[in-house]
């Protein structure tokens, strides 16, 4: 194991340097890329036209097949009839065109008539003219009044047959003439349906009552009335036929569909879908491979983003390669896993022991980088088992990991205790199998008892499988790396440690004092956001070099004699500050991890024993005030300066006879004051805000200690009215 670790610290040294942090992270995409390359290679098949496939063969890409959608689009155009549309204004205007055919008749018939009887009456002439010359009269006036279009169509005999008729005769004329022609037009009239349109008004008049020559006048003029209706619409052809192309889906060949079945003949169809599915194709063999490329990027990408947001240097870079550790690991066991799919087993990805990186992120560095983790695995794993399909995304198996992982981090997020990794193991196999019939239920598959059985299987046993190879890797890492964990402080904060237990047996009134400053500290810690937990363990061992000589502290005598009355004060400086070098070679010694060691270590920092300091300047010894100060270091994180001012706040308040809270306030300003003044607080980053809160924390912990043996002034008042 020391071995292990000297190989890590080295690692770590290099870390230091940028250019190898650059490789680290361009080794750990190369990782990614290598694991994933046979997952995104397009397979690419020996086939030829017209040959037989020897396997069956599924397109791992959905791609439009736009020779086949043009195809289909021209046949919707084609099977679009023209657009005919009816102008159903012609019907009207050629109704009106009878009517005034038959009153310009009327018409005229009347005006000759009355010119004929004003002649006679005045006695103009010799007499009436001649029917004949009266008829050729009314037909010539006639024909001026029409147009030629009307007197061209329509004989002369006509139009004598219906100058001769009666104004009854051609009243009925003109009515039926006017209803056959409206009945017929109203009806679509092709351009090579006008015969037919025509001789449907003449059935019409045909059986009429009308004398003979009448008859035939008006079917005459309903034959000439009647014309085409019906005429085709480009546009609207065109609107028709656009609509029809448009409304075409595309063809496409579906990501997983079968292209052609083993056994099945090649056909010029079947080589098309394989030559657009890329499985002849070499040109576009790289796409897959620049796709990943980038994938791999943005994780990277957004990991080196987290990693510079952290604060120390030192844990970034043991953050780091932890991370990559696991990870890699959590990588190859999925690779491993993902290589049992070519023996169609589909359901594999769920035996993945997808909480385990999630679970030791947690554990050895944060919440966040834990659920980075198990977002990025998710998104591996989606490609990893895509059933045989290179280029697919099993998005299932990605929701599946996504959700173990986090399930995993969530249930650790307040159960700190190794014990409990084995309950997240269980916890997570529960959501598993809830993930997995959600998914079962989404995608509305028919299982069998048997294969819901199996599922039950591989979630209980991804779930077990986190927990057991977390609790199995841990040490290495903790080990390994010196990392000091939740769970790690938890058993150095045992009551059963054998260091603990010393200070105990072999100074109980420091372990009392341990004690106390450790509920100090850990309030205070808290309330500044610092991590309470390590302060309060790092309380229980910072006094531990005072078990080598207990009795030369105050706290550990009792009824006996004080042994610094009758030592010289350089002497007993000496033995006082021996103990904080004394506990840190004990703990190095028992290999407490090396954050407890510097409490240890660094909670006196460079303070001055003031009491032996003024001791030896009465007694006339020509001392230094540097020969009375701690060697140091100073504190360089906040918890150990909290430590350090929790435990002078401590010693200071138990030497105090019923303090009250005002007593008490001003201790801890006057102590925390004096610790800025003197320096001692300039190598942490703790802030003066920070600081306030810390001694306002201090204050309520120790009126919760103190309440029952404060005597506030009032109660001293009465007690001495009453005597």
């Known amino acids: 194991m020391e071995k292990l670790q000297h190989s890590f610290t080295s690692i770590l040294n290099l870390l230091k340097i940028r250019l190898f942090r650059v490789l680290l992270f361009l080794i750990l995409g190369l990782v990614m890329f290598l694991s994933m390359y046979s997952n995104v290679k397009p397979e690419k098949l020996n086939l030829t036209l017209f040959s037989i496939a020897d396997q069956t063969i599924r397109s791992p890409i959905t791609v439009e097949d736009k020779v086949n959608t043009e195809k289909k689009k021209q046949d919707a155009i084609d099977q679009v009839q023209d657009v005919y549309t009816v102008k159903k204004e012609y019907t009207q205007n050629q109704v009106d065109l009878i009517t005034s055919i038959f009153d310009t008749i009327t018409e005229v018939h009347e005006e000759v008539n009355e010119e004929i009887t004003q002649k006679t009456d005045e006695g103009e002439g010799e007499g009436p003219s001649s029917p004949e010359e009266v008829m050729s009269e009314k037909l010539t006036r006639v024909k001026e009044k029409l147009t030629e279009g009307v007197t061209d169509e329509v004989s002369d005999q006509s139009f004598i047959s219906m100058i001769n008729a009666s104004n009854g005769d051609l009243s009925i004329a003109k009515d039926l003439t006017v209803t056959a022609v409206n009945n017929v037009m109203s009806n679509r009239i092709p351009a090579d349906g006008v015969e037919n349109a025509k001789k449907r008004v003449e059935e019409e008049l045909k059986y009429t009552s009308l004398n003979s020559g009448l008859k035939k006048a008006v079917i005459e003029l309903g034959r000439f009335a009647v014309i085409q209706n019906e005429f085709y619409d480009p546009k609207a052809t065109e609107d028709l036929r656009q609509q029809a192309g448009d409304g075409v889906e595309p063809v496409k060949i579906l990501e997983g569909q079968i292209i052609v079945s083993e056994g099945q003949l090649i056909s010029r169809d079947v080589y098309h879908k394989l030559e657009l599915a890329g499985l002849l194709d070499n040109e576009n063999s790289l796409r897959p491979f620049v796709g990943l490329a980038m994938f791999i990027f943005i994780i990277i990408g957004t990991l080196l983003f987290i990693f510079d947001e952290m604060n120390t240097a030192e844990n970034k870079h043991k953050q780091l390669l932890i991370f990559s550790l696991i990870f890699v690991t959590a990588l190859l066991i999925m690779k491993l896993l993902s290589l049992f799919t ?71 997020r307040q159960q700190n205790q190794r014990s409990k990794i084995l309950q997240a193991g269980v916890f997570v196999s529960l959501v598993n199998l809830f993930i997995i019939i959600a998914l079962v239920l989404l995608r509305n598959s028919q299982y069998t008892g048997l294969e819901y059985g199996i599922n039950l299987l591989v979630a209980f046993l991804s779930g077990i499988s986190s927990a057991v190879l977390t609790i199995g890797l841990l040490p290495f890492f903790e080990a390994g790396f010196g990392v000091l ?41 808290e309330a500044i956001g610092a991590n309470g937990l390590l302060a309060r363990v790092g309380c229980y061992y910072h006094d531990i070099g005072k078990t080598k000589r207990p009795q ?62 003024h001791k030896a300047k009465q ?12 060697p140091g270091p100073k504190a360089k994180t906040k918890e150990t300066a909290v430590i350090g001012i929790a435990d002078s706040v401590e010693a200071a308040v138990r030497s105090m006879s019923n303090p009250t809270h005002e007593q008490i306030e001003s201790l801890v300003k006057s102590i925390i004051a004096d610790r800025l003044q003197d320096g001692q607080l300039s190598d942490c980053d703790i802030t003066l805000k920070e600081l306030n809160i810390v001694g306002e924390s ?26």
């Open 698 to 723: 201090f204050c309520e912990t120790l009126k919760g200690i103190f309440h029952s043996r404060i005597e506030y002034p009032e109660m001293n008042k009465q007690k001495v009215n009453k005597t």
């Open 552 to 613: 030369f502290f105050i706290e550990n005598q009792m009824n006996i004699e004080n042994p610094h009355d009758k030592l010289p004060p350089l002497t007993s400086k000496n033995i006082i500050i021996a103990h904080a070098i004394d506990g840190a070679e004990m703990l190095r010694k028992n290999k407490i991890p090396k954050e407890i060691v510097d409490i240890a270590e660094q909670h006196h920092g460079t303070t001055l024993l003031k009491f032996f300091y």
């Open 485 to 525: 964990s939740t769970m790690k402080l938890i058993e150095l904060s045992s009551p059963n440690h054998p260091l603990l237990r010393k200070i105990l047996t072999e100074a109980p009134g420091t372990y009392h004092h341990s004690v106390m400053v450790a509920n100090l500290a850990e309030s205070a810690c």
């Open 619 to 630: 007694n006339g010894d020509d001392v230094k005030e540097a020969d009375f100060r701690y």
């Open 342 to 412: 070519e023996y169609e087993l589909s359901e594999i990805g769920y035996v993945f022991p997808a909480a385990m990186g999630p679970m030791l992120i947690k554990i050895l560095i944060n919440e966040r980088l834990a659920i980075f983790q198990a977002v990025i695995l998710g998104i591996s794993g989606s490609i990893m088992f895509n059933q045989g399909i290179t280029g697919t995304l099993n998005v299932m198996v990605a929701i599946y990991i996504i959700a173990s992982g986090l399930a995993g981090v969530l249930y650790l």
